[in-house]
T-cell receptor
C-alpha cells in the first residue's frame, strides 16, 4: 500500500531533550516536506527536499533540522525542543513537478508533539 | 512573503445546500492550487486540484474555479452531506520555488 509513515504518532517530552521524528515513503517520490499545524494557522512548511542531499527552508525553519540521506526517508530533528514547538506535525511527499506543474502531496498520519 | 488568505474560517450549512470557500493568493507565480479535506484526527487528503492553465474543474459534487487575474480560487460543494463536515484547506504553490503555502482552513459543518 502506497503510504507515508511517521513515527512516533505521539510524544511528550521536556525542553532541551533532542528528538527525531521519522518519515518514510514507499512511492519513490523525489519531493518530501515537513509541516506543522497549529489552530488558526493552517499548515506551515518547515523544510522541504527535492531529492537526496537537497534540502531547503520553508516558512518556519527556526529550531528544526532535516536530512535526506536516502530517497525514502526525511527525518525531522529538534536539537533543543522548546514549548513553542508543541504542535501537530505532518510529513508529505510527491513527485517532482512535471511539465504541467507541481504534483499532489501525500500526507502521513501526523505526529503530535508536546514539549513541557 | 507570500500568503494565502482563506474565508470563511467557519461555515455552517444545511444538508443539501451548497458550500463555497474562497481563497486569495499573493504570489503571481503560483500555478498549482490543491484543496485538501481533513477530518478530525486524520491526515489532510487531496480532494481536487486545479492548474493555472484551467479556469474550472469539476469532480461530481465538488468544483474549483480559478481567476488568475484577481488571484482568487474557490471550492464549491453542492448537495452537501453530513460526511462533508471537515476542515478544508486551500494551497498555492509554484514550480520554481517548490514551496507550498496553505490557507488557515475552513471548518465546514453540514447539519442533517
Amino acid at each position: 500500500e502506497a503510504q507515508v509513515t511517521q513515527n512516533p504518532r505521539y510524544l511528550i517530552t521536556v525542553t532541551g531533550k533532542k528528538l527525531t521524528v521519522t518519515c518514510s515513503q514507499n512511492m519513490n517520490h523525489e519531493y518530501m516536506s515537513w509541516y506543522r499545524q497549529d489552530p488558526g494557522l493552517g499548515l506551515r512548511q518547515i523544510y522541504y527536499s527535492m531529492n537526496v542531499e537537497v534540502t531547503d527552508k520553508g516558512d518556519v525553519p527556526e529550531g528544526y533540522k532535516v536530512s535526506r540521506k536516502e530517497k525514502r526517508n526525511f527525518p525531522l530533528i529538534l536539537e533543543s525542543p522548546s514549548p513553542n514547538q508543541t504542535s501537530l506535525y505532518f510529513c508529505a511527499s510527491s513527485f517532482l513537478p512535471t511539465g504541467e506543474g507541481n504534483q499532489p502531496q501525500h500526507f502521513g498520519d501526523g505526529t503530535r508533539l508536546s514539549i513541557l | 512573503g507570500e500568503n494565502v488568505e482563506q474565508h470563511p474560517s467557519t461555515l455552517s450549512v444545511q444538508e443539501g445546500d451548497s458550500a463555497v470557500i474562497k481563497c486569495t493568493y499573493s504570489d503571481s507565480a503560483s500555478n498549482y492550487f490543491p484543496w485538501y479535506k481533513q477530518e478530525l484526527g486524520k491526515r489532510p487528503q487531496l480532494i481536487i486540484d486545479i492548474r493555472s492553465n484551467v479556469g474550472e474543474k469539476k469532480d461530481q459534487r465538488i468544483a474549483v474555479t480559478l481567476n488568475k487575474t484577481a488571484k482568487h480560487f474557490s471550492l464549491h460543494i453542492t448537495e452537501t452531506q453530513p460526511e462533508d463536515s471537515a476542515v478544508y484547506f486551500c494551497a498555492a504553490s509554484n514550480t520554481g520555488g517548490f514551496k507550498t503555502i496553505f490557507g488557515a482552513g475552513t471548518r465546514l459543518f453540514v447539519k442533517a
